[in-house]
């Protein structure tokens, strides 16, 4: 158990009401302005008997992909919210990942809603009739078991690394997520999946403007090697996201040989039945964009990019081996 500045351990009383980054605090206000429901988007767009079997699977198949950053989302940001508490940081730090938990949540909800109409009990319990079925029910349970190791690795975190270091390293998931969100929902053609990924487009918009307060509220009184230490976990980062945003890399996905050629064959046929479903080539763009647009602000705060080669990013030389924990944060 980690002790605090008093040598008691952490406790989420007295608590404060302290604002110190009005930036922050806006960003929290934000979040009831822009509220959406789930619930309130056409979903008998996706009606079963539009699509044929393959179409079917192959969009639930995106969606529980898409869940499982969700889901370590939801778990992230409920540890880092108690964690904030426990640790008494300024009120609108709380409240803002907590309002990132609620969003994580809804996200989460968009896919078990997709799955279930199109898919019913995919993936945990769906009985598969076919290859494509096969493949794809493996696929995600592969995936969801290397969620696991990452998981046990976000949990060990907190006892191996300063808070502040934490903290300051959650924007980088959302810069990827808020252009490639967008790009979903400006390629999609049901307009269930417009409305979804143009409401989590804007969520993302936010969590990336608080994180952002964050890191510059954080990485101002932070030591060079702390700084570097983000840059690694930008890089995390990018390995951990890889097999939704960008295609899976090894150094921490354990997965087999063919599992490649059937999420491309999967996603290929979830953009025919209007999910839209970048390519390769367009998430590596996006990528490549949405990391330059914000590398002046992180260099001005000494915070270096890493080199991501795969997208054509330069910057520092990370290297993460095969096997290497990932310590990264999540949508
Ligand atoms: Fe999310
Ligand atoms: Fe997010």
């Given at each position: ?25 806006k960003t929290y206000e934000a979040w009831f302005k822009q509220n959406w429901g789930p619930v309130e988007l056409p979903w008998d767009e996706l009606d079963r008997k539009n699509f044929d079997d393959s179409e079917a699977v192959a969009q639930a ?101 300063p808070l502040e270091l934490i903290f300051s390293s959650f924007f980088f998931a959302e810069i990827g997520a808020q252009l490639i969100f967008k790009q979903v929902a400006d390629k999609s053609r049901l307009s269930v999946y417009r409305q979804a ?135």
């Open positions: 158990m980690q002790i605090d500045r008093e040598g008691s351990a952490p406790n989420i009383f007295p608590g404060n009401w302290d604002v110190v980054t009005q930036e922050l605090l198949y995106w969606m529980a992909k898409l869940a499982l950053f969700e889901k370590s989302g939801i778990g992230a940001f409920s540890l880092a919210t108690l964690q904030a508490a426990r640790y008494n940081m300024e009120d609108p730090t709380k409240k803002f990942l907590a309002g990132v938990t609620y969003d994580e949540c809804r996200h989460d909800e968009i896919c078990r809603r997709a799955c279930n109409r199109l898919c019913p009990g995919f993936p945990y319990k769906f009985k598969p009739k076919n290859t494509l079925e096969e493949k794809a029910l493996r696929n995600i349970q592969v995936l969801y078991d290397n969620g696991r190791r990452y998981w046990s690795a976000f949990e060990q975190v907190w006892q191996k690394y990924f143009s409401n989590i487009t804007k969520d993302e918009s936010r969590h990336l403007a608080g994180t952002l307060a964050l890191l510059e509220r954080l990485a101002s009184d932070m030591p060079k090697e702390q700084k570097l230490m983000i840059t690694r976990q930008m890089k995390h980062g990018f390995i951990y996201l890889s097999p939704l945003l960008y295609r899976p890399m090894h150094e921490f996905w354990r997965l087999p040989d063919d599992f490649y050629e059937w999420d491309r064959k999967l996603e290929e046929i979830a953009a025919d039945a209007g999910l839209g479903v970048p390519t390769l080539e367009e998430k590596s763009e996006k990528w490549y964009q949405a990391i330059q647009l914000h590398r002046k602000k992180l260099e001005d705060l000494g915070v270096p990019v890493p080199a991501i080669k795969e997208v054509g990013v330069d910057g520092v030389e990370i290297s993460v081996k095969k096997g290497d924990n990932i310590v990264a944060t999540p949508l």
